[in-house]
C-alpha cells in the first residue's frame, strides 16, 4: 500500500515500510548506487533522489523502473533514458542541455555504484568539464561487500576490475600485479573463475590467502576462503553461476636481512637511545622486537 502525506512543501511518500521523499533538488548530476541483489539495500537519500531528479538515466531503464516499483516511486511523466558510455556520444548532449537548463538528473547503473565497472565516467567528466555539479549517493557495490566478508587485511586494497578474457592477456596482466602490497580485489565472470584461479596460482603463486565471493546479498550467497591453490582445485572442473568477486592477498612482505637492520639501527643510534631506536627499527621492517634490541645494544657497545 502507498499512502502519501503532505508537510510544508515535502511530499513524503510510504511505501511497504519504507518512506521516501519528493524534494527539490539543487541542479546537478547524481550518481544513485543500487542493490547488487537485495531490493531493500537502496539507500533512503537513493530513493529520494530517484522520486525528485527532473530527469533519469539508466544503463537498463528496465531495470530502474522495477526498483522504483518495488519501492513505490512513481515516475510521474518525467522522462526516463538509457545512457551507456560507450553508445551515450548521441545522450550525453541531452543530458548536459538538461543540467545547462538548471535540471536535477540522476543517473544509476544497471547494479550496484555507477563507474565501478560500470558507466558514468565520461558522463560525470563532461558534466564537470560543462561546470554542472556533481553528486553521489553512495550505496552498495560488490567490491566493497566482497572485502567485507573476505577475512583479507582491508588497510590497502586495488580493485582491478574484470581480467582480460584472452588467457595469454590475462596473464601477463596478473603477473604485473605481484609484487602490489595491498589486497587485490576482481570481477569476473563465472564461466571463466576456474580457468581464472588456475592463472592466479601461476602468475602469483598457490600460497596466498584468497576467497570467492558469489552472489553477495542473495538468496544463494556463497564465500569461499583458501589458498590460492585450494579455491583453484575446489573449482576445478566445476560449473559455476553467478556474479562473482575474486580477493587475493598480497605478497607476504620480505623479511629484511641483517644488513639492513644494521644499517636502520646505526642511522638511529646516533640521534635516540637503545630501547626506542630497537621499536622503531623492529616497528618498520617487521622484524621481532628482542632481536633488533639484542642486535642495537651489540652495536652500541661496538661504538
Ligand atoms: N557497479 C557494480 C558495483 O558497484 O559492484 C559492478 C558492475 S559489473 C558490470 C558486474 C560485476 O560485479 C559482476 O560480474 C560481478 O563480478 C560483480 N558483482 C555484482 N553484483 C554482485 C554480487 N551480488 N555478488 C558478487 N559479485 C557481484
Known amino acids: 500500500m502507498t499512502e502519501t502525506t503532505q508537510t510544508g512543501g515535502t511530499q ?39 522520486a525528485s531528479a527532473d530527469l533519469l538515466a539508466a544503463e537498463d531503464t528496465r531495470t530502474l523502473r522495477h526498483l522504483m516499483d518495488i519501492h513505490g516511486v512513481a515516475l510521474s511523466g518525467r522522462p526516463m533514458v538509457a545512457y551507456h558510455d560507450h553508445s551515450g556520444a548521441a545522450v550525453r548532449p541531452r543530458l548536459l542541455h538538461a543540467l545547462a537548463e538548471g535540471k536535477s538528473v540522476a543517473y544509476a547503473s544497471e547494479a550496484g555504484t555507477p563507474l565501478v565497472a560500470d558507466p558514468g565516467f565520461q558522463l560525470g567528466r563532461a558534466a564537470l568539464e560543462a561546470g554542472a555539479a556533481v553528486f553521489a549517493a553512495p550505496g552498495p557495490s560488490a567490491v566493497l561487500a566482497a572485502l567485507t566478508v573476505s577475512g583479507l587485511p ?22 604485473a600485479m605481484k609484487d602490489i602490497q595491498a589486497t587485490l580485489i576482481f570481477y569476473e565472470s563465472p564461466k571463466r573463475v576456474g580457468q581464472m584461479l588456475i592463472d592466479l596460482v601461476q602468475c602469483l603463486g598457490g600460497e596466498r590467502q584468497a576467497a570467492v565471493a558469489r552472489e553477495l546479498t542473495k538468496r544463494f550467497e556463497e564465500v569461499r576462503r583458501g589458498t590460492l591453490a585450494e579455491l583453484a582445485a575446489g573449482f576445478s572442473g566445476q ?37 626506542e631506536a630497537a621499536a622503531e627499527v623492529a616497528e618498520a621492517l617487521g622484524v621481532p622486537r628482542r632481536d633488533v634490541y639484542q642486535m642495537a645494544l651489540r652495536l652500541e657497545a661496538e661504538g
Open 239 to 275: 560449473s559455476v553461476k553467478g556474479e562473482i568477486v575474486v580477493l587475493v592477498d598480497r605478497a607476504a612482505a620480505k623479511r629484511a636481512g641483517p644488513e639492513e637492520v644494521a644499517a636502520a639501527l646505526r642511522e638511529r643510534l646516533v640521534r635516540m637511545r637503545v630501547k
Open 154 to 175: 582491508s588497510d590497502r586494497f586495488l580493485f582491478a576490475g574484470f581480467p582480460p578474457a584472452t588467457k595469454a592477456a590475462r596473464k601477463t596482466w596478473l603477473s
Open 12 to 50: 513524503r511518500v510510504a511505501h511497504g515500510g519504507v518512506t521516501h521523499a519528493i524534494v527539490r533538488l539543487p541542479p546537478g548530476l547524481y550518481f544513485v548506487a543500487t542493490p547488487i541483489g537485495a531490493a531493500r539495500d537502496i539507500t533512503l537519500r537513493g530513493l529520494d533522489i530517484l
